[in-house]
Nanobody
Framework: VHLVESGGGLVQPGGSLRLSCAAS????????MSWARQVPGKGLEWVSS???????YYGDTVKGRFTISRDNAKNTVYLQMNNLKPEDTAVYSC?????????????WGQGTQVTVSS
């Protein structure tokens, strides 16, 4: 499993970013994928998941602001983040697996830093 995230950066509160995660080494099309984030000193927090069926799920703190999507032709999963808040500042990683399995599978990328600040 190889996962490479990109698209992070510095954005002002209320701004938007789109993260991408390029996947390889497994059957992406049939795999659930998730995004998680980590703040220094804290554990990984689940953010969102998308299944092979296209079903999506979101954590309460991002629901209505973030949108997860996937392009199976490109083996890529995306996270569109709108109306960003300072508390969204974290390293965002994509992971193989769905809402209930990503942590146990233990397969996630190095992450991309998102900083929300004025």
């Amino acid at each position: 499993v190889h996962l490479v995230e990109s698209g992070g950066g510095l954005v002002q509160p209320g701004g938007s970013l789109r993260l991408s995660c390029a996947a390889s080494g497994f059957m992406f099309r049939s795999s659930a994928m998730s995004w998680a984030r980590q703040v220094p000193g804290k554990g990984l927090e689940w953010v969102s998941s998308i299944y092979s069926t296209g079903n999506t799920y979101y954590g309460d703190t991002v629901k209505g602001r973030f949108t997860i999507s996937r392009d199976n032709a490109k083996n890529t999963v995306y996270l569109q983040m709108n109306n960003l808040k300072p508390e969204d500042t974290a390293v965002y990683s994509c992971a193989k697996g769905g809402r209930d399995t990503w942590r146990q599978l233990g397969a996630w990328g190095q992450g991309t830093q998102v900083t929300v600040s004025s």
